[in-house]
Nanobody, 123 residues
Framework: QVQLVESGGGMVQTGDSLRLSCVVS????????MGWFRQAPGKEREFVAA????????NYADTVKGRFTISRDNNKNSVYPQMNNLIPEDTAVYYC????????????????WGQGTQVTVSS
């Protein structure tokens, strides 16, 4: 049974930074690409960032490119988005997801999801 647990969400102000964490248990973490998605109230869940199994390949949504950095620590079964220069439009529930393979294509094809962590950015 693969389980993903996110943490690190909270309430911040515009321009602040936040680092989320996702710890994965069960399965073989090192074999799979990982991604972060988010869902704002009244909107569909959208892709934010992804990282390949090795950590050398990354992909970002245009809305966060240059502000967010995704990384992983295969020794800790963990994946992190470092979110800088946050804006109110970043307010959402952030979800961690494990892909079906070591690469993140198709970009939205997630095998396992975490329960989500709330990020609120005030102006």
């Amino acid at each position: 049974q693969v389980q993903l647990v996110e943490s690190g969400g909270g309430m911040v102000q515009t321009g602040d930074s936040l680092r989320l964490s996702c710890v994965v248990s069960g399965g073989s973490f090192v074999s799979y690409a990982m991604g972060w998605f988010r869902q704002a109230p009244g909107k569909e869940r959208e892709f934010v960032a992804a990282v390949s199994w090795s950590g050398t390949g990354t992909n970002y949504a245009d809305t966060v490119k240059g502000r967010f950095t995704i990384s992983r620590d295969n020794n800790k079964n963990s994946v992190y988005p470092q979110m800088n220069n946050l804006i109110p439009e970043d307010t959402a529930v952030y979800y961690c997801g494990q892909y079906y393979s070591g690469t993140y294509y198709p970009i939205t094809e997630i095998d396992y999801w975490g329960q989500g962590t709330q990020v609120t950015v005030s102006s």
